[in-house]
Nanobody, 122 residues
Framework: QVHLVESGGGLVQAGGSLRLSCAASGRTSSNYAMGWFRQAPGKEREFVTFITWSGTRTYYADSVKGRFTISRDNAKNTVYLQMNSLKPEDTAVFYC???????????????WGQGTQVTVST
């Protein structure tokens, strides 16, 4: 059984940076796209970014474009989210997820990590 585990969250001041990691364990040799989503208290989970299996195509929500960068290392079965110039409105639980199709649609992701908390203070 495949599991995704996020790490790297924490408390940072506005303008700071964090790098999140998502490690896959189990049978991890098949092709899949990876996405990052986030959910703030009282709000619905929202799309942040995705990357294709090859890493040749990425897509970002307008709210994070230019500040966040997604990457992956298939040899390590790990996807990363580098977050720079963090804002208080970025505060949320961040989740990584896997899908057979690269998409912004939450419904197309069927494997999820447990989430990691990111808190940005003023």
């Amino acid at each position: 059984q495949v599991h995704l585990v996020e790490s790297g969250g924490g408390l940072v001041q506005a303008g700071g940076s964090l790098r999140l990691s998502c490690a896959a364990s189990g049978r991890t040799s098949s092709n899949y796209a990876m996405g990052w989503f986030r959910q703030a208290p009282g709000k619905e989970r929202e799309f942040v970014t995705f990357i294709t299996w090859s890493g040749t195509r990425t897509y970002y929500a307008d709210s994070v474009k230019g500040r966040f960068t997604i990457s992956r290392d298939n040899a390590k079965n790990t996807v990363y989210l580098q977050m720079n110039s963090l804002k208080p409105e970025d505060t949320a639980v961040f989740y990584c997820a896997a899908s057979s199709v690269a998409s912004t649609a939450i419904r197309l992701y069927n494997l999820w990590g447990q989430g990691t908390q990111v808190t940005v203070s003023t």
